[in-house]
């Protein structure tokens, strides 16, 4: 083989690489002698990544519901990987945020668009037998979406809407106080007493300090505290503030209403099988009306809000309660 011009400036280029690192190139080439080509499986873990799937039944169907769910797994963690980035930007702007929001909306789009999967995809008998195999587990029990909406919006949007209706000292408060009133934990009550389901103490007691630790840093990196951070001009920019409107309505809605179909399809009707569940609430957590969270609460109006998600759900669940 021929030494050119072109193989000779790249071996300086390396050198003075190595060089400045204090390494010695040689040591480098020799690694690339002995170094065996990379290959696909190897690169992605294919091996890996197909033997984590371990179901607790016979149930065929099982292996489903855990591909599915570990497949949502991945793609909040694509989401996270861009909400890092803009929380940890030094000079963000609008082109960038704008960017990264619509990549975080492709995701959901994604999720949202697959769901059908767990909705129609599985055989109900077997899944309402299997189900019962894997309590007091749930996927309300999921850090990383939760970790999504610490990144999404501003701490106190995520205060319960009736505890701070009824104490608006809240917004005043630290962040671990404002944890404690935060509306998903009313999803993992007893429906009969009220208490706090195992399930619900179960992710408080792995995950509540990181949650509240999150919430710290996210006061002013979380994408709201980052839009409001921009030019006035920039906040006005409709593109952005339309996607920003895609990210709420994609991660409080649509999400939220593809979770309360699919439970509808398996669990509506059959009181016994609430234990499914581990006895949480889900008929009044799921629908959006009733929680009414949204992240960016100024870039709707008011009757939008006060009429969130009863179209989406008219459309997507036509027979829901």
Same mark, same amino acid.
């Given at each position: 083989?021929?030494?050119?011009?072109?193989?000779? /400036?790249?071996?300086?280029?390396?050198?003075?690489?190595?060089?400045?690192?204090?390494?010695?190139? /040689?040591?480098?080439?020799?690694?690339?002698?002995? +170094?065996?080509?990379?290959?696909?499986?190897?690169?992605?873990?294919?091996?890996?990544?197909?033997?984590?799937?371990?179901?607790?039944?016979?149930?065929?169907?099982?292996?489903?519901?855990?591909?599915?769910?570990?497949?949502?797994?991945?793609?909040?963690?694509?989401?996270?990987?861009?909400?890092?980035?803009?929380?940890?930007?030094?000079?963000?702007?609008?082109?960038?945020?704008?960017?990264?929001?619509?990549?975080?909306?492709?995701?959901?789009?994604?999720?949202?668009?697959?769901?059908?999967?767990?909705?129609?995809? +599985?055989?109900?008998?077997?899944?309402?037998?299997?189900?019962?195999?894997?309590?007091?587990? !749930?996927?309300?029990?999921?850090?990383?979406?939760? +970790?999504?909406?610490?990144?999404?919006?501003? +701490?106190?949007?995520?205060v319960h809407?009736?505890?701070?209706?009824?104490?608006?000292?809240?917004?005043?408060?630290?962040?671990?106080?404002?944890?404690?009133?935060?509306?998903?934990?009313?999803?993992?009550?007893?429906?009969?007493?009220?208490?706090?389901?195992?399930?619900l103490k179960?992710?408080?007691?792995?995950?509540?300090?990181?949650?509240?630790?999150?919430?710290?840093?996210?006061?002013?990196?979380?994408?709201?505290?980052?839009?409001? !951070?921009?030019?006035?001009?920039?906040?006005? /920019?409709?593109?952005?503030?339309?996607?920003?409107?895609?990210?709420?309505?994609?991660?409080?809605?649509?999400?939220?209403?593809?979770?309360?179909?699919?439970?509808?399809?398996?669990?509506?009707?059959?009181?016994?099988?609430?234990?499914?569940?581990?006895?949480? /609430?889900?008929?009044?957590?799921?629908?959006?009306?009733?929680?009414?969270?949204?992240?960016?609460?100024?870039?709707?109006?008011?009757?939008?809000?006060?009429?969130?998600?009863?179209?989406?759900v008219k459309?997507?669940?036509?027979?829901?309660?």
């Amino acid at each position: 083989m021929e030494i050119t011009p072109e193989i000779v /400036n790249r071996i300086k280029q390396l050198d003075e690489k190595y060089q400045a690192m204090g390494q010695d190139m /040689n040591s480098y080439l020799d690694g690339l002698l002995y +170094m065996d080509y990379l290959k696909y499986w190897d690169y992605v873990h294919t091996d890996t990544l197909l033997s984590l799937q371990n179901p607790r039944t016979n149930f065929p169907d099982e292996k489903i519901f855990i591909m599915y769910h570990q497949i949502t797994e991945l793609f909040f963690k694509l989401c996270i990987h861009e909400f890092e980035q803009i929380a940890n930007h030094p000079t963000l702007t609008a082109k960038f945020l704008l960017e990264r929001t619509r990549r975080i909306v492709r995701y959901f789009d994604g999720l949202v668009t697959t769901y059908d999967i767990m909705v129609d995809g +599985m055989d109900k008998e077997q899944f309402l037998k299997f189900r019962m195999a894997l309590l007091p587990a !749930s996927g309300f029990q999921s850090a990383q979406y939760r +970790m999504i909406e610490l990144y999404s919006t501003d +701490m106190i949007n995520l205060v319960h809407r009736e505890y701070l209706a009824k104490n608006p000292k809240i917004r005043d408060a630290s962040v671990a106080e404002k944890h404690e009133h935060i509306y998903w934990k009313t999803g993992a009550t007893e429906l009969a007493t009220g208490r706090k389901t195992l399930t619900l103490k179960q992710f408080e007691e792995k995950y509540g300090d990181e949650f509240v630790r999150l919430a710290e840093a996210c006061v002013k990196g979380n994408i709201y505290a980052k839009f409001k !951070s921009l030019p006035e001009a920039d906040q006005k /920019n409709p593109e952005l503030i339309n996607t920003l409107r895609e990210l709420d309505a994609n991660v409080n809605v649509n999400w939220c209403l593809m979770h309360y179909k699919s439970a509808v399809r398996y669990l509506q009707g059959d009181p016994d099988i609430i234990a499914a569940t581990g006895g949480t /609430n889900w008929q009044k957590y799921l629908p959006p009306r009733f929680q009414r969270v949204t992240f960016y609460p100024e870039l709707w109006t008011d009757q939008e809000l006060a009429e969130w998600g009863k179209t989406w759900v008219k459309k997507i669940v036509p027979n829901a309660v």
